[in-house]
């Protein structure tokens, strides 16, 4: 029997080992790395800005539904994450990025909390 993958993340397992990784964290830990996740995402957005600056590219239309969806549903707050409100909102700001962008971030967090333990 096939089934679907119910989470926005469920399609990269780097991001679901990189989320489990995270809920082992110190609430301090997670605070400290949220303003370090936040401060490369907006690193990554302005390289993108300048990137859309010629004229001849286009940004891209739309996050993807999953991502859109995935969105809206932290606004309930349900997730573990979404409890922490600087690793949800970095969470959410990373989730906006294009989709290499966001697996490049969660493959690297993988590697580098993995070598922690």
């Known amino acids: ?10 399609n990269h397992f780097e991001t679901q080992k990189t989320l489990s990784l ?7 830990e997670k605070e400290t790395l949220s303003e370090s996740l936040i401060s490369i995402v907006k690193e990554i957005k302005q390289f993108h800005r300048n990137d859309y600056e010629d004229e ?5 239309l739309s996050l993807g539904i999953d991502r859109v969806i995935g969105l809206y549903q932290s606004s309930n707050g349900r997730r573990w994450y979404d409890k922490s409100d600087s690793l949800g909102f970095a969470l959410k700001a990373m989730s ?7 697996r490049n971030i969660m493959d690297g967090l993988s590697v580098t909390l993995s070598s922690r333990q």
């Open 1 to 10: 029997m096939v089934t679907k993958d119910r989470r926005w993340y469920d």
């Open 22 to 28: 995270l809920q082992k964290l110190s609430e301090e």
């Open 56 to 60: 001849t590219k286009e940004p891209p």
């Open 96 to 102: 906006t990025l294009p989709e290499s962008d966001f």
